[in-house]
Nanobody, 127 residues
Framework: QVQLVESGGGLVQAGGSLRLSCAAS????????MGWFRQAPGKEREFVAA????????GYADSVKVRFTISRDSAKNTMYLQMHSLKPEDTAVYYC????????????????????WGQGTQVTVSS
């Protein structure tokens, strides 16, 4: 089992920045690709960004490309999402996820590839 805990959410004005963290604990010795998803009120959960087990491959939703950067620190078992130029439409609960993989350089945009999920952290961007 892997436990994931997100932090770093909050209220920010449009154009501002936030950095989300996702701390993993438990059986973190296995290989996991990780990702960020978000869910706005009344909408389905959507993919935001993902990173491979090795950390050398990343992928982003078109809506956040250039503005968001995903990274991971394996020594700290922590993943990050640096968000810049935030927009009101980025308002959502952000979830981190981990999915066991045999492929060091693969990342996944589909939620069904993830086995473990955090509880989420609220990000609110005011206009």
């Amino acid at each position: 089992q892997v436990q994931l805990v997100e932090s770093g959410g909050g209220l920010v004005q449009a154009g501002g920045s936030l950095r989300l963290s996702c701390a993993a604990s438990g059986r973190t010795g296995s290989s996991y690709a990780m990702g960020w998803f978000r869910q706005a009120p009344g909408k389905e959960r959507e993919f935001v960004a993902a990173i491979s087990w090795s950390g050398d491959n990343t992928g982003y939703a078109d809506s956040v490309k250039v503005r968001f950067t995903i990274s991971r620190d394996s020594a700290k078992n922590t993943m990050y999402l640096q968000m810049h130029s935030l927009k009101p439409e980025d308002t959502a609960v952000y979830y981190c996820a981990a999915g066991r993989t045999y492929y060091r350089s693969s990342y996944y945009a589909e939620s069904q590839n993830y086995n473990y999920w955090g509880q989420g952290t609220q990000v609110t961007v005011s206009s």
